[in-house]
C-alpha cells in the first residue's frame, strides 16, 4: 500500500516538473496528465484489519445459519412445513453470497486474498450444497 501510495506521488511530481520522459520522447505530448495520475480504487480500502475480521466473522455466522436452515428443510421434506423452511433457505443462502460478493468488491487485493483464503470455500460449499438440495428435490 506505501509502495503504490510513493509511485502515484512520484509520478505526480515529475509531471508536475515536466521531468518524465520515456525512450527519448516527451511522454506528457501524447499522454493527458490527468487521466494518467488517477490510481484505481480498487487498490485501496477504507476498512480496517478489525474491520475486515468483524465482517468475516458475521459472514461465518450467516454462513452457519443458512447451513443450518438448509439442514431444517430436509428434515421437513413431505411435510406441511417444507415449502416454508425450503424459502427461508434459499433466502439465507441468497443473502449470505450476495453480502459475501459486496464484501469482497469492498477490500484490496491483500484483503481479499486474506478473506478468499479464511470463508471463500466455505461460501463455494454453501452454494454447492444448495445446488444439491434443488437438484435432489427436482429428481423426486
Known amino acids: 500500500m506505501k509502495l503504490l501510495h510513493r509511485i502515484y506521488q512520484c509520478s505526480r511530481l515529475s509531471?508536475?516538473?515536466?521531468?518524465?520522459?520515456?525512450?527519448?520522447?516527451?511522454?506528457?505530448?501524447?499522454?493527458n496528465p490527468a487521466v494518467i495520475n488517477r490510481v484505481p480504487v480498487h487498490f485501496y480500502?477504507?476498512?480496517?484489519?478489525?474491520d475486515v475480521k468483524r465482517r468475516t466473522e458475521e459472514l461465518t455466522d450467516c454462513f452457519m445459519e443458512a447451513r443450518e436452515l438448509m439442514q431444517d428443510a430436509k428434515e421437513s421434506l413431505n411435510t406441511v412445513y417444507f415449502s416454508e423452511d425450503m424459502q427461508e433457505a434459499s433466502e439465507a443462502v441468497?443473502?449470505?453470497?450476495?453480502?459475501?460478493?459486496?464484501?469482497?468488491?469492498?477490500?484490496?487485493?491483500?484483503?481479499?486474498?486474506?478473506?478468499?483464503r479464511t470463508i471463500g470455500l466455505?461460501?463455494?460449499?454453501?452454494k454447492a450444497q444448495y445446488a444439491a438440495m434443488e437438484e435432489e428435490l427436482k429428481a423426486e
Do not use: P
Open 15 to 31: 509531471f508536475k516538473f515536466k521531468t518524465y520522459n520515456s525512450r527519448n520522447f516527451d511522454v506528457r505530448s501524447r499522454v
Open 45 to 50: 480500502s477504507t476498512l480496517s484489519d478489525q
Open 94 to 116: 441468497a443473502q449470505t453470497i450476495q453480502t459475501y460478493e459486496k464484501f469482497l468488491n469492498e477490500l484490496n487485493e491483500t484483503q481479499k486474498k486474506d478473506v478468499t
Open 122 to 126: 466455505k461460501m463455494a460449499e454453501l
